[in-house]
């Protein structure tokens, strides 16, 4: 990502940041059952290799004229609207769902609450309605109500990209079949070595911008301000939109050059955990690169290292147990000068901890004994 557009995507972050604390706006949460289906998945290093339920539908799912025959889509004002945080309206849903023959599908997810990202939203447009589920709420009813429409072949789904294909199996162990990734579509026509985001690609098919002011805003805090949802609403819309006239556009490569090998292979993969490439020691090597040099940074290793060690396991343990973001709950520079200073007590402990974004009081104690436990592995 260029510099200026990631400096303006930090902007947005910060100014829904500030504009949620006005708001008194708080994270949404699992149920308990939800909770510990999550915490379970927190300490896999390797998601389980689940089959999908249906490989012949993924491989005899081809695009024809009749799929891509003009579809009427109602204008966005016309449209009915449902925000989903019920199992009856989700229900209502599915049905209307299975009149369709293409959907727009897209999702919302939280970095900032969760020890791996969470899926916080789903949303799913049609020719008549655009809904947004929420998946904080409604976890454990999402899999059996989506899963008899993703597996369905006589419905399109349109997605941006093969994150949403392989955040959903993640989190819900749901699988695709009929699937167009209309990012995939144009970068092939376009002849491009790389994908453009969504902005660029509404206009290009649709020739307006797309309004990313609430880019920022953290989808997993409740109550959702109307604003959100209308940006959160939007982007499956414009799927659907864009469908229209790249289907009209390039019907052609649809119909004789689709690279269906390729995405097939996205919706078949079973799920794998990306390695992790940031442990206590890269972490550590960072903190100290650019704060001493030579023998003086090699002592400083060698006495703090093993301290630093200790509380990066606390917080890495801390997180999967409790399903919370560790970059969150304490900050590689926090964690230094815990390591440094390896407080005694509660009050040098605060000293270190205060500021921290993601701090539960409760967890004073528990850090404690683990810094103690160490300090007494090293004495002996």
């Given at each position: 990502?260029?510099?200026?557009?990631?400096?303006?995507?930090?902007?947005r972050?910060?100014?829904?940041?500030?504009?949620?604390?006005?708001?008194?706006?708080?994270?949404?949460?699992?149920?308990?059952?939800?909770?510990?289906?999550?915490?379970?998945?927190?300490?896999?290093?390797?998601?389980?290799?689940?089959?999908?339920?249906?490989?012949?539908?993924?491989?005899?799912?081809?695009?024809?004229?009749?799929?891509?025959?003009?579809?009427?889509?109602?204008?966005?004002?016309?449209?009915?609207?449902?925000?989903?945080?019920?199992?009856?309206?989700?229900?209502?849903?599915?049905?209307?769902?299975q009149?369709?023959?293409v959907?727009?599908?897209?999702?919302e997810?939280?970095?900032?609450?969760?020890?791996?990202?969470?899926?916080?939203?789903?949303?799913?447009?049609?020719?008549?309605?655009?809904?947004?589920?929420d998946?904080?709420?409604?976890?454990?009813?999402?899999?059996?109500c989506?899963?008899?429409?993703?597996?369905?072949?006589?419905?399109?789904?349109?997605?941006?990209?093969?994150?949403?294909i392989?955040?959903?199996?993640?989190?819900?162990?749901?699988?695709?079949s009929?699937?167009?990734?209309?990012?995939?579509?144009?970068?092939?026509?376009?002849?491009?070595?790389?994908?453009?985001?969504?902005?660029?690609?509404?206009?290009?098919?649709?020739?307006?911008?797309?309004?990313?002011?609430?880019?920022?805003?953290?989808?997993?805090?409740?109550?959702?301000?109307?604003?959100?949802?209308?940006?959160?609403?939007?982007?499956?819309?414009?799927l659907?939109?864009?469908?229209?006239?790249?289907?009209?556009?390039?019907?052609?490569?649809?119909?004789?050059?689709?690279?269906?090998?390729?995405?097939?292979?996205?919706?078949?993969?079973?799920?794998?955990?990306?390695?992790?490439?940031?442990?206590?020691?890269?972490?550590?090597?960072?903190?100290?690169?650019?704060?001493?040099?030579?023998?003086?940074?090699?002592?400083?290793a060698?006495?703090?290292?093993?301290?630093?060690?200790?509380?990066?396991?606390?917080?890495?343990?801390?997180?999967?147990?409790?399903?919370?973001?560790?970059?969150?709950?304490?900050?590689?520079?926090?964690?230094?000068?815990?390591?440094?200073?390896?407080?005694?007590?509660?009050?040098?402990?605060?000293?270190?901890?205060?500021?921290?974004?993601?701090?539960?009081?409760?967890?004073?104690?528990?850090?404690?004994?683990?810094?103690?436990?160490?300090?007494?592995?090293?004495?002996?």
């Amino acid at each position: 990502m260029p510099s200026s557009k990631r400096r303006l995507k930090d902007k947005r972050v910060f100014q829904s940041r500030f504009h949620c604390r006005k708001l008194n706006l708080t994270p949404a949460q699992l149920d308990p059952d939800s909770l510990a289906k999550r915490v379970a998945l927190n300490h896999l290093t390797e998601f389980p290799a689940l089959p999908h339920p249906s490989p012949d539908s993924v491989s005899s799912f081809k695009i024809t004229e009749e799929l891509l025959n003009p579809l009427t889509i109602l204008p966005l004002k016309d449209k009915t609207f449902w925000f989903i945080d019920e199992e009856p309206k989700l229900q209502e849903m599915s049905q209307i769902l299975q009149t369709k023959t293409v959907i727009g599908v897209d999702v919302e997810v939280d970095h900032e609450y969760s020890y791996f990202p969470i899926i916080t939203l789903i949303q799913i447009s049609c020719d008549t309605h655009d809904f947004v589920v929420d998946a904080t709420t409604l976890f454990r009813f999402i899999a059996p109500c989506l899963s008899p429409i993703f597996l369905d072949n006589s419905i399109i789904k349109l997605v941006f990209g093969q994150c949403d294909i392989r955040e959903l199996k993640r989190d819900f162990g749901l699988y695709f079949s009929a699937v167009i990734d209309v990012q995939l579509v144009h970068q092939w026509v376009a002849g491009d070595s790389y994908q453009i985001g969504l902005d660029n690609f509404t206009k290009i098919y649709l020739d307006k911008e797309v309004d990313k002011t609430h880019q920022g805003f953290t989808f997993k805090l409740r109550p959702l301000p109307d604003y959100a949802l209308e940006y959160a609403r939007n982007d499956s819309n414009l799927l659907l939109e864009c469908w229209e006239v790249l289907k009209k556009r390039h019907k052609e490569y649809l119909l004789n050059n689709y690279k269906y090998e390729i995405i097939n292979e996205v919706i078949m993969k079973p799920f794998r955990f990306p390695k992790s490439v940031n442990g206590a020691g890269r972490q550590f090597s960072k903190c100290i690169k650019h704060k001493m040099h030579g023998p003086k940074r090699d002592e400083f290793a060698k006495r703090y290292f093993n301290p630093f060690k200790t509380v990066w396991n606390w917080r890495q343990n801390f997180g999967q147990k409790h399903d919370r973001p560790t970059h969150e709950m304490l900050n590689p520079e926090k964690l230094l000068r815990l390591a440094v200073q390896q407080p005694k007590n509660v009050e040098e402990l605060e000293d270190v901890v205060s500021g921290a974004r993601y701090w539960e009081p409760e967890w004073k104690e528990s850090l404690l004994e683990a810094i103690a436990l160490g300090e007494t592995r090293e004495t002996t």
